[in-house]
């Protein structure tokens, strides 16, 4: 595989993440936004996954010290756009590799890596500047050293 797909990786440890199930529309996948925004939340990740349903799942990522409040604020506004679960992801950290070119080439290779080392990936979202994988903060240091070892960075 060519080297030097990516210019670097950077990590995030210390979030939570939340999935949020079966969300009906956008509008309501923005009252959380809304909700969370009013409390001044940072949002570190988020991911929004259609369902053939028509639904919605999002899984977004905060820092631990606004997990309890963030938890209540969805439970909160979980019967308001009659979410069907929120469950918690618990300690997570994110990984955002900043690539050149070739999306693809690069998302399979983090995926195959990934696969091949039996590391949890909870979501992955891509950019134009940047692709970023949630997997368990327990293995964060493991990964980075994985991936920076697979794109000729170590």
Known sequence: MEKRLISGILQ??????????????????????QKLAEQRVNIEFVNQIPLKDGYIDVILCVDKKDAQSTRALLEEVKTIIKATDISPLDSVGILSLFPHREHA???GTIMQALSDAHITLFAMASSLSA???VIKE?????TLSLLSRQFGLS
């Open 12 to 33: 995030r440890a210390g979030l939570n993440a939340f999935r949020v199930s079966s969300i009906a529309d956008n509008v309501d996948v923005g009252r959380i936004f």
């Open 105 to 107: 080439v690069i998302s």
């Open 131 to 133: 692709i970023s994988c």
């Open 138 to 142: 327990e293995q964060v240091s493991n």
